[in-house]
């Protein structure tokens, strides 16, 4: 009988049930309570930003954001095609269109390189994601946001506690989201952030987050907003996951490191790599099969299932998906569009031991042998 590894696996082995028991016993399991404050204060400290603001997931932190940044119908928004839908979607909400750039084949985040000739007096802002804890390239997109008075948002959602040229994602762009999805490296289940310097932009959030009511008078509603909020028992959770950090970060590295023992004489497997000026978090340990070998990665994906090894296929980009296809049919992504048809995660999580890793190493090398005979 082998053994069972789900891609991801949330690790609470802090104060996580002490507190939740502690928003029980006290009756504050709604959106108000003490563990929301500290939750924000502590995220802050940690990000290196003045504000945190929690709320109910990263998908509406970035909604939050792009709000608080005016973004209206006809703007348009940057946004790399290979991510996460909620990034373009968050656009979308606010009906404006994504425009979407394609990656870097080092790190698969928005190529820096490409984003000015994208820019026409539409564009709004650009929102750069740290793909699968590695960080974007943040100075030379910075440098053309000051040059044409855009905004940047990071979407951190993969990468908290990531490091670009020593500075924390979070506190890099004029705001950051995460998110705290059960599979994220920290977790509060369901939940996500809008982090910032800027104190008008958290005012915007925190009123947008709260139904729109004005918090010097209740009951009074100067603009519509959204019930966002992220519950007290949510929040209880994050602190506890926020104390660990450290730790649950450096489990990632632990395994990604591993890993790269392991696969790093594979040939027929490109692992990834971490650029000079950047420190990754791991969210997944992402490989791309090479691009000159045969074998197929969904079937590839299928094997690894019969022995009980889960995997996810890299996201979809962007501009092949049915909402967005139409934007931009005359466009070229050719980097996004190979890395995404290679692209495998492996099962990444903190209870993963040395001999899980060199099982599913093990596993993963056998199956590319096997599929490059066959294929």
């Known amino acids: ?41 502590e995220l802050a400290t940690f990000c290196h930003a003045k504000h945190a603001i929690v709320c109910s997931s990263g998908t509406t932190a970035l909604h939050l954001a792009l709000m608080a940044y005016d973004v209206q119908p ?18 979308t909400y606010c009906g404006a ?3 979407f750039v394609d990656v870097d084949p080092v790190t698969w985040n928005m190529d820096a390189a490409l984003v000015e000739a994208k820019i026409t007096p539409r564009t709004k802002g650009i929102i750069p994601v740290h793909l699968y804890g590695h960080p974007a390239d943040m100075d030379p997109i910075l440098t053309i946001a000051r040059r044409h008075g855009l905004f940047v948002v990071e979407d951190a959602a993969e990468a908290i506690g990531a490091q670009y040229r020593g500075q924390s ?3 890099i762009g004029n705001a950051a989201i995460f998110s705290f999805f059960g599979n994220k ?16 932009i958290a005012a915007k ?3 947008l987050r709260d139904q729109g009511m004005d918090r010097a008078k209740r009951y009074w509603y100067p603009t519509i907003g959204y019930n966002y909020r992220m519950t007290n028992v949510q929040a209880a959770i994050g602190c506890a996951q926020l104390e660990r950090i450290s730790w649950h970060i450096e489990q990632r590295t632990r395994v990604a490191k591993l890993y790269t023992e392991f696969l790093n004489e594979c040939q027929d497997v490109m692992l990834p790599r971490e650029r000079e000026w ?6 997944m340990f992402s490989i791309v099969l090479q691009f000159g070998s045969e074998v197929s990665r969904d079937s590839m994906q299928n094997r690894l299932a019969e022995v009980g090894i889960e995997t996810r296929p890299f996201f979809y980009p962007m501009h092949r998906l049915p909402p967005y296809a139409h934007l931009h049919e005359n466009s070229e992504f ?5 890395i995404s048809t290679r692209g495998l995660n492996l099962p990444t999580y903190a209870a993963l031991r040395r001999e899980d890793i060199d099982y599913i190493s093990g596993q993963v090398k056998d199956v590319v042998s096997e599929l490059s005979q066959s294929e």
């Open 205 to 207: 959030v925190r009123l």
């Open 1 to 41: 009988m082998f053994n069972s590894y789900p891609v991801s696996a949330p690790t609470l082995n802090g104060n996580e049930r002490k507190y939740v028991m502690d928003c029980v016993d006290s009756t504050w399991i709604s959106s108000k309570g003490g563990y929301i404050d500290r939750f924000e204060e």
């Open 334 to 338: 050719p980097v996004a569009n190979r």
């Open 169 to 171: 994602v979070g506190s």
């Open 278 to 283: 950047a420190k990754s978090v791991s969210w």
């Open 74 to 91: 006809g703007d348009e928004v940057m946004v790399p095609t290979l991510t996460f839908v909620a990034t373009a979607n968050a656009v």
């Open 97 to 99: 269109v994504p425009v």
């Open 185 to 200: 490296i920290i977790t509060t289940g369901e939940g996500g952030a809008v982090t910032t310097n800027d104190d008008t």
